[in-house]
């Protein structure tokens, strides 16, 4: 499945973006669901090899009726110093645009900056990824990686 | 057809908040201090499926997390 970029603003032009007032993020629509059949609605994820696992915001963590801090904890920092945030983690379903359901152990933080984030273990280890700037606007290209167990 | 290009809508829509998109994203149906509430406003502005996202304070450049 190829997917074009998806443009945010910026509330300030960047000089690193060609002084755009936006850019251009590699983001897919996921739903996340529990093993009670409940399932979120539709929300873009921002696919991000720098993050070692899927992060989504807290919120869908209460939708779907997860005890949030039952979860095994953790903390996660930004690549800028600063504090560090609580992250707890449960086994999830992850429904990738329309075509896959995978399930994937991914962390529900209260103060993320984005709505969600697709990492390496559980998103990257489940599908092999290409990013292909080449074109305007760049795509995002993903193909499932069959596992024989 | 999807929109891909969702700077001009979300620079003008509420911040620091949870907003609702219609099925092509041209659209902002909801908003709401949760993500029930931005559901609740699409549902009644006739859209029951809608997009979800997370409407930051400032919209400036990410770099996402990472493990500490």
Not at chain 1, 6 to 35: C, I, M
Not at chain 1, 87 to 105: A, P, T
Request: hydrophobic residues 40%; glycine residues 8%.
């Amino acid at each position: 499945m190829r997917k074009p970029y998806t443009r945010f603003p910026l509330d300030k032009p960047h000089p690193a973006l060609r002084n755009e007032n936006a850019v251009w993020e590699p983001q897919l629509h996921v739903r996340v669901g529990s093993y009670k059949h409940v399932t979120s609605p539709r929300f873009p994820a921002v696919v991000d090899s720098g993050s070692p696992f899927c992060i989504f915001r807290a919120e869908f963590a209460d939708l779907l009726g997860l005890d949030l801090k039952s979860g095994a904890e953790s903390e996660i920092g930004g690549v800028v110093a600063g504090p560090k945030e609580p992250i707890w983690f449960h086994k999830v379903r992850l429904y990738v645009e329309s075509n896959w359901i995978i399930d994937v152990i991914a962390g529900f933080a209260r103060k993320l900056g984005t709505t969600g984030i697709l990492g390496r273990a559980g998103f990257f280890d489940n599908f092999r990824v290409h990013f292909d700037h080449s074109t305007f606007p760049p795509v995002v290209e993903i193909a499932r990686i069959e596992k024989t167990n | 057809m999807a929109q891909f290009d969702l700077s001009t809508l979300l620079e003008k829509a509420p911040r620091n908040c949870w907003l609702a998109l219609n099925e092509d994203q041209s659209e902002v149906v909801g908003r709401g201090e949760t993500v029930r509430d931005a559901i609740e406003e699409a549902k009644k502005a006739g859209v029951d499926d809608p997009i979800v996202l997370w409407a930051p304070k400032e919209w400036i450049p990410t770099v996402f997390a990472g493990e500490t």
